[in-house]
């Protein structure tokens, strides 16, 4: 235990350094980090503050007047003092000015990553500990190949295929080892996103989605003109299956082994009759849960649709919110194809 706790420290560590590095890089150019110190001028009309002149201290130890117009913005955000802040300098004709974009949210991040890596660590020990760097190395690989090759104008799908084919055999040993288990999960989860993935495409192309449903994804267009949207939206249906493949696979794949195990007279029929049973239970179970996260991640734009005065079928026929409802339903399509297909090499690989 004492060893995890200190390459757990140690990587927390790299990644703090690693961070503030990066901010303090991001501040030599037009991005500064600072602290506000004084709030010289405040205005307020009906309790509500709408003008702010602000001192703040920036990572240099620079202190600079900042202004805070929340009615022109439309942002109303009221700083205070000691709140750390993001800032951005530009130039009108000679004269450098200096504006506050968001909070600096940096130091809780750590600490929220820190608290989720030592809980992972305590609780799934070794396990735990290399599924936080698999975790890591899924965001590397994600950071690192799969986004700038998209960019660079690269076929979207072909390149998430590479990259779940990258990820998927790394992070599943990292996790749960070398093992049977593991490979009729990895083998598992490779056939049901190939399935997934025509499925997902079939999909796209029938319910005429262009993958513009966003604001993110018209100003992704219009900075990178080569950019495939239909294939980005694929793309994010393909990365959001693979975490959910790898929680269904292992555990279909753990309850075939466990079974043979508590009886090894069982043949390849009962194994998969007796796991089966299970995985109907993480079926429903999963099923709800992809609808939940989904409505959790599309709250605004639910709620936005639910004060509408237009038709229910109006509504669902939009693209933004037919984008969401194919999303769930192809994850939960993936979820039930990979169920009976996990079991069923299990209990051949067991037998």
């Keep these: ?17 690693s961070q503030y590095r990066v901010l303090a890089q991001d501040s030599s150019g037009v991005q500064y980090r600072g602290t506000i110190i004084e709030i010289l001028e405040e205005t307020t009309e009906e309790s509500r503050v709408i003008y702010q002149k602000l001192l703040v201290r920036l ?9 805070n117009k929340t009615r022109e913005t439309g942002r109303n955000l009221t700083y205070r003092v000691g709140d750390k802040v993001i800032l951005q300098s530009f130039e009108v004709g000679e004269t450098q000015t200096m504006f506050i974009t968001d909070y600096d949210r940096t130091g809780f991040l750590i600490f929220i990553f820190a608290v989720f890596t030592i809980l992972s660590v305590m609780i799934g020990k070794k396990h ?51 093992n049977k288990k593991t490979h009729v999960s990895i083998f ?23 993958g513009y449903s966003t604001e993110e994804a018209v100003f992704l267009q219009v900075s990178v003109e080569s950019i495939n949207m239909k294939g980005i939206l694929l793309s994010g249906i393909i990365i959001g299956l693979l975490g959910i493949l790898d929680d269904v696979t292992v555990s279909q794949s753990s309850t075939v082994m466990q079974l043979k195990k508590l009886n090894p007279n069982m043949g390849t029929l009962e194994l998969y009759q007796n796991a089966m049973v299970i995985g109907r239970d993480h079926i429903t179970s999963m099923i709800n849960t992809l609808v939940l996260v989904y409505a959790g991640a599309a709250m605004p734009l639910l709620l936005l649709f639910s004060n509408s005065q237009q ?33 069923f090499f299990a209990a051949v690989v067991a037998e």
């Design 128 to 178: 735990g500990l290399y599924s936080v760097v698999g975790m890591i190395f899924s965001f590397f690989i994600i950071f690192k190949f799969m986004l700038p090759q998209i960019v660079s104008g690269k076929n979207p799908i072909i390149i998430t295929i590479l990259t779940a084919l990258l990820i998927t055999p790394i992070t599943f040993y990292l996790s749960h080892g070398f």
């Design 188 to 210: 598992s989860t490779g056939i049901a996103l190939i399935l997934t993935s025509i499925l997902t495409s079939l999909s796209i192309s029938l319910a005429k989605l262009t």
């Design 1 to 17: 235990m004492r060893n995890y706790l200190v390459l757990l420290i140690t990587t927390l560590t790299i990644l703090i350094n």
């Design 59 to 67: 990572s240099n130890k620079e202190n600079v007047e900042v202004e």
């Design 311 to 343: 038709p229910a079928l109006f509504v669902v026929n939009m693209e933004s919110v037919s984008e969401e409802i194919i999303r769930t339903l192809l994850g939960s399509i993936g979820l039930i194809m990979v169920v009976p297909i996990s079991t």
